[in-house]
Each structure stands twice: as C-alpha cells, then as structure tokens.
C-alpha cells in the first residue's frame, strides 16, 4: 500500500501556513489489512480509519457517485484498485486535490500548484455539483484566504449559481450547514463568506433574511454606508478584526434583520426594527440548529442594541430592565457579549470604525453596581420571597440612579 498527505495538509504546507490536522489517503489496500494494521475503522458511511499511535485520519482511496438526493444521495467505491487520481478528482477545489509522499513528492493532476500561485479557488471537475455543500466550503475558504488574495474562479462561481438555484442546497442538513457556517465566521473575514454566497445566489436559499437586507437604505446621518447589507458586513468584518467569539459574531450577522421588513414608505427609518427582527432571528436560528448560546445572545442583542447605543440616556429604570433581562447576576459572561456586538455594530459604520464607543464602560459600570447590591441586609431586615426580590429592585435602581447622576456630572 501507498500512503499520502492530502488535501489541507499539503496545501497549507505550499502556502507556508500552518498545519493543524492532517488528512491521509491510502492506496492499493483493503479494511482487512488496514485492521490487520491496527488502524481503527471510524465512521459508517466512508472506509475511513484512525491511526493507532498518532489518532490522524487515513481514508482509503475512492470513487464517489451521486445516486440521490441530498447527502445520504452518495454511494462510494473503495477497493485496492482506486488510483491516487481517481481519489483526488472527487474532491472540491483543485488547491485541495494535491497529494504528497513521504518524500515530499507532489501529485498534482488538477494544477492545484498552479491555482495556488494564481490565488484561485476553482473546482476539480463538475461532480463538483454533486455535493451543495461544497457552496458553503468554497464560500468559507475564500472567506480564510481573502487576505492574501484568492478569489473565486468564475467558472466556479456560475456553478455555485447553477447549485444554488436547483434547489439542491435545501437538501443540505441543519448540522453540516452549521459546521461551515461556523467555521466560516470564525474566518479572518467571514464576511467574504456571506458576500461570495450572495454573489453565487445561495444566500438568497440558505439566509434570505440577510439577503434582504441589501438594498434597503439606512439614515446616512448615522449610517454614511446607506445599504442595511454593507453595515451587515461591516459590523462582521469588525467582529473578526476585534477577535470576537462566535456568539458574537452570529450575533452580529443577525441583529438587524427588521430592516428587511420596513415599507418601503417609511425607508430610510426603521422605527420598531428590534422587534420585527426577532421573528426572522429566531427562523434562522432554528432553521441552523445554532446553539443555544448562539441563538440566546442573537436575540439578545437583536432586541436591545439599539438600547445599548443609547445607553447612556437610558432612564435608570430602563437600564434596571436591561439588566434584568441580560439575568447580569448570573450571566456576567453573555452581558458582556453583549456589549461587544453592540459595539461592533457602532464600529461597524463606513468612516466611524475608530470612533470611541463609552457605552460599553457605562453599561460595564452600570453592571457592576448592580451586581453590588447586597442581599444581606435585606435578609436581616426580614424581607422574604417576593417581597426580598422587590426591595433587591428598589436598592438596585436607587443605586443605578445614584451612578447615573455621577457619570452625568
Ligand atoms: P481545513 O484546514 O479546514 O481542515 P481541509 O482542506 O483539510 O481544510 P477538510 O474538511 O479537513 O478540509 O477535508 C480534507 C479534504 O477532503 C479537503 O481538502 C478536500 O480535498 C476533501 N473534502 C472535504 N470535504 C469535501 C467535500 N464536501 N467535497 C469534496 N471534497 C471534500
Ligand atoms: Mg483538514
């Protein structure tokens, strides 16, 4: 048998990156011997196994034949007669299709090198069109690469268009669209992802929430980009540059979803768009299967970010509200997250990307004082039940009120 590096492995490695996990192909053996080497088998659907000592992947080399629809849709052929080739050509983008000895030998039938050197990302063959996945993937290494200059092959892109448009990318499941959609935003600039999905049509099928937004004006008094869809990639592209975690980042991509709903008579306002929102977020959530942490801060700030931009005018009993609502005693963490996204989408504005955000220390600080308030004495004073909860309120306003005042001085 004769065993390669491929696919991520090989091409970080000619781009002279990093190298996390890598994948390897195995030719010209069978399962039995693969046991009999004290390989562990991984995984019903694919020959696929684990390698006793280093736990990395070895996958034996296959053919692969669409036989239906969707994911389940695939029946594959794996036997010792599969030829390196064969195994790479069912692969997505050709950058992907390399392989390499222990010798550091490159097969490389599809140019990935030369796509490489040309920065392109373009698919291998068109059993591309196989797979709707490989939408999201193309869409999330672009989205990884952007920086140094890869773009998407155009004959790609119509393909992506063709895919996208043949309802194939419907029959993909909640849980692999989510591992690219996560992934994606986890990018250096997930908002590459979104825009190259926009420009190949699959937004439009997978989030038409978000594809609704461009097109719809804002006031450039606070807005100077205008377009919903640009300050939506915007606030994305600040929460990767501020190194923000995937809450936050979903967060980001869904808070303003209302927009998409406003008559056209009332544009550029979008008077109640914190709450018309929040019907379309919960949809996208559900429709991914996000986790709950993500689908709860998504909410979150949908709801309220238009009460963090204002929060230093905020009533000292809307602030409590705020509060309140955010559960700040138990969840520190979330209020936080919180802050973060309705930072970034102040950040997230053409021109004012630098500009000073004091909400955030003020909604800290608010916070905090909160949070100080002390149970004790209230327990001492024989407050009980829902009563004790009452006062605790009553303090923690009367101390909000107090903080007000000093920040407004
Ligand atoms: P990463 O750095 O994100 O791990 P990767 O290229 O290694 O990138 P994997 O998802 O680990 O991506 O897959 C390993 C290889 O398997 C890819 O490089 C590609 O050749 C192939 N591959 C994975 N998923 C698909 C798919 N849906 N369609 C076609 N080829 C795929
Ligand atoms: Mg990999």
Not at 206 to 231: C, K, N, R, T, Y
């Amino acid at each position: 048998m004769q065993i390669y590096k491929v696919g991520g492995a090989v091409r970080d490695r000619l781009l002279g990156k990093p190298v996390t996990d890598i994948d390897w192909v195995v030719v010209g053996a069978t399962t039995e011997e693969m046991l009999a080497q004290g390989f562990r088998p991984v995984g019903a659907d694919f020959p696929v196994f684990l390698h006793p000592k280093t736990g990395e992947e070895y996958a034996l080399a296959r053919t692969e034949r669409k036989s239906g629809r969707g994911y389940g849709g695939f029946t594959f052929h794996a036997s010792p007669e599969v030829t390196l080739e064969e195994d790479l050509i069912r692969r997505d983008l050709t950058i992907n299709a390399m392989a390499e000895d222990d010798g550091q030998n490159l097969t490389d039938p599809y140019n990935g090198q030369r796509d490489l050197e040309g920065r392109i990302l373009r698919h291998v063959s068109p059993a591309f069109a196989e797979d709707p996945l490989r939408v999201l993937r193309v869409a999330r290494f672009a989205a990884r690469y952007a920086a140094l200059g890869f773009t998407v092959a155009p004959e790609t892109l119509e393909l992506m268009r063709t895919l996208s448009e043949s309802g194939e990318l419907e029959a993909l499941t909640a849980e692999r669209s989510w591992k690219e959609i996560s992934r994606a935003l986890m990018e250096e600039q997930p908002q590459v992802f979104i825009q190259v999905l926009r420009d190949c049509g699959a937004l439009k099928v997978l989030m038409p929430e978000v594809d609704a937004l461009f097109g719809v004006p804002q006031p450039e008094a606070h807005h100077p980009e205008i377009d919903s869809g640009i300050h939506t990639l915007s606030v994305l592209e600040q929460s990767a540059l501020h190194r923000q975690p995937l809450t936050v980042r979903w967060a980001c991509l869904l808070h303003d979803l209302g927009k998409g709903l406003t008559p056209q008579e009332e544009w550029p306002r979008h008077i109640a768009h914190e709450h018309t929102g929040l019907k379309l977020i919960k949809a996208v959530n559900e429709r991914f299967k996000a986790p709950k942490e993500c689908q709860e801060l998504a909410l979150l700030v949908g709801q309220y970010h238009t009460h963090g931009h204002r929060a230093l005018e905020l009533k000292a009993t809307t602030l409590l509200e705020l509060l309140q609502s955010f559960d700040v005693y138990r969840r520190p963490q979330r209020f936080e997250e919180f802050i973060a996204a309705c930072e970034m989408d102040a950040r997230g504005r053409k021109g004012l990307e630098q500009r000073s955000y004091p909400q955030a220390d003020y909604l800290r600080g608010a916070a905090t004082v909160a949070r100080s308030v002390a149970v004790q004495p209230l327990l001492e004073k024989g407050f009980k039940g829902p009563e004790l909860g009452e006062a605790l309120k009553r303090e923690r306003l009367k101390a909000l009120k107090a903080y007000k005042e000093a920040a407004a001085s």
